[in-house]
């Protein structure tokens, strides 16, 4: 691809990988706290560390990683972009820059210990908002930048359907932008005005249904870019076609439907909605898991096809001939394997019943480390690998790829030891989101952690494993990026590995964006718009919230 869009892709890298440094070290302080083995000097709250790791590793590495594989994936599949949607990319990169050093920096200052999922009626500094807002917008540039230039190839090639990476990075901005209208609405007209003081109370149950309203789809936001790449780069690997063009993009499209009108589920347990609205939005939870069936369905279909083109035999004679010595394909079949129970467990926290049983305990914790933490981490690892040496024209040399090796043999360890721990001690009743020394003059509480997979030991040996793990992926981030030899020889440069797909039989509807558009807004309308506007029409007296500086 050109120079410039390299250029782009770099230092949207570059962004994710310092958020996630500094992520990741926040992650390593958490686990010696909660394990009473680290006491924090007194500017520094627990609360604050737990800020800046969601906030670094969940939302800001993620974000610049994954437009920085859309720009390389959008200008490798439908050409270069025009000098309009550069500039455009560029005023995005940076407005999205500048909203993240706002934010971090107010976490940094002890002035937004909000966590994460920031809704009321904790309350930041004002300014943390204006960072989140700036975030927003600046991602909305850069997507409409893309937009623009798949626009640009639709027109020069008028009836065709477009090409697989295309088709599912536009599906995926679609769903970001719908998604971040429930954010922009909270944080323009709640947030802001509240928190600088312009009104003295929030309405909290309207502001959290409306985070919600974003806070789920943003989980497929970070998985559909991995799905891209399951879909897309794992069958060139494997040497194979995408298994059914159709199927794939019906997935992606089931995403646009069912991924937003199902934010109750992550309210299940508040009593400000009545049961017939959250009973709706678990039904369609259930919808959104078939599309990830379907997902699962066309990898193993990938596996088989490609085994048996290699002379596999019998009916698990294609595992041997997957390409294990392939970092790339070790780490995202790593990563698919962690989606099992990550899926599963969403499964039991979307049911109603089961719900009351984990809601708020460090299951959800272990749950959100098995999804976005593995499956989505670990396929991104496994993109870096390629991604990085493909953008700045260096070797991926053996010594890089021993070490990718341990990199993400490490994390899965790590991960394994840490998420177990924490479901079982969720299920056991530690709460999420509680600093541990608390728990000191309450003994009894402490019996919960005995045993050696139920330990709070266990978490932290977990936990640092995965820091080493991330120090690793950092050293060969820095390699790839400025020190590792220039590919000279065709053989030493790295490919950017995108299946062919036949569209011949695919339906054209399947591109019809106002279809599903439209369709989207109709189931959201139903499962939102009377108890919204029922939550504005009765709103309770309000809260003015607890200020964390
Ligand atoms: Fe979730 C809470 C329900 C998926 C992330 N989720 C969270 C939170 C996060 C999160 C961050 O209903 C915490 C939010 C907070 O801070 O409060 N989740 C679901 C459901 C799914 C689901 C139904 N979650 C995700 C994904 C995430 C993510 C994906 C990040 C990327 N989640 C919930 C609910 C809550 C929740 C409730 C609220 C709980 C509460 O009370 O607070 C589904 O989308 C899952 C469907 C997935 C599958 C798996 C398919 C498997 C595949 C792999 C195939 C493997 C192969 C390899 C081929 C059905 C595709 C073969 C290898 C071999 C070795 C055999």
Redesign the pocket.
Known sequence: IALQDRKLALWYIAVAYIAFLIGTLMGLLQVFIRNDKLQLPAWLDYYQILTAHGVLL?LIYTTFFIFAFFVTGMSKSIGTFGPKVRLFSWIGFWVTLIGTVLATAMIVAGEASVL??FYAPLMASGWYYVGLALFVVGTWISSFALIGHYRVWRKNNKGELSPLFAFMTITTIVLWLIACLGVVATVLFQYIPWAFGWSDTINVELSRSLFWFF?HPL??F??LPAYIAWYVIVPKILGVKVFSDSLARLAFVLFILFSIPVGF??Q??EPGISNFWKFLQVVL?FM??IP??M??FT??AN?EISGRKKGATGLFGWFKKLPWKDVRFTSI?IA??F??P???G??I??SFQL?EV???TLW?VG??HI??GT??AMTFMGLTFWLIPYLTGRKFTKSMQILAFVQIITWSIGMLLMSTAQHILGLLGAPRRTAYSNYNNHPSAMEWFDGILTSHVTMAVGGSILFLSAMILIYIVVMSMFLSPKAVKVEDQVEFPMAESDKTHTPKWLENWWIWIGIAFALIIIAYAIPLSSMIMHAPPGSEGFKTW
């Open positions: 969940a994460y999922t806070g989980v497929y970070w998985l589920h992550h299940l347990t939870t959104v898991i990830s069936l997902t699962a990898m193993f596996f079949f698919m394997a989606f099992i990550g899926g599963a969403g499964i926290n979307a719900n984990v809601h708020n959800i749950h959100f999804t976005v499956p989505v």
